[in-house]
């Protein structure tokens, strides 16, 4: 229902910054009522929510992101985004876009995952 592609993964140094972007479209579709999550999965780790943001703007983080990362959305170009800075090796792996409405209880809509490499 909802497409999602994310970009701006790559290698970085430990202490270095990225900015990774997730474009959404659709069939008639806006984030403006949409609720939109950022997760991550490491090689041989469960997958793990890092970052949401509400329609209303309200944002939550997990621990390890709390002080480093960003969440943030550009309602007019269907766009949110993940500032990580001070990043760490243990911030390495594949970083998923996430959206769902609202009033939805999950994330439905994924993206095809943009890789982040931490070297020390």
């Known amino acids: 229902q909802v497409q999602l592609v994310e970009s701006g993964g790559g290698l970085v140094q430990a202490g270095g910054s990225l900015r990774l972007s997730c474009a959404a479209s659709g069939s008639a579709f806006r984030i403006n009522a949409m609720d939109m999550g950022w997760y991550r999965q490491a090689p041989g780790k469960q997958r793990e929510l890092v970052a949401a943001?509400?329609?209303?703007?309200?944002?939550d983080y997990a621990d390890s992101a709390k002080g480093r990362f960003t969440i943030s959305r550009d309602n007019a170009k269907n766009t949110v985004y993940l500032q990580m800075n001070s990043l760490k090796t243990e911030d390495t792996a594949v970083y998923y876009c996430a959206a769902k409405n609202w009033h939805a209880s999950d994330f439905r809509s994924w993206g095809q995952g943009t890789q982040v490499t931490v070297s020390s």
């Open positions: 943001i509400t329609s209303g703007g309200s944002t």
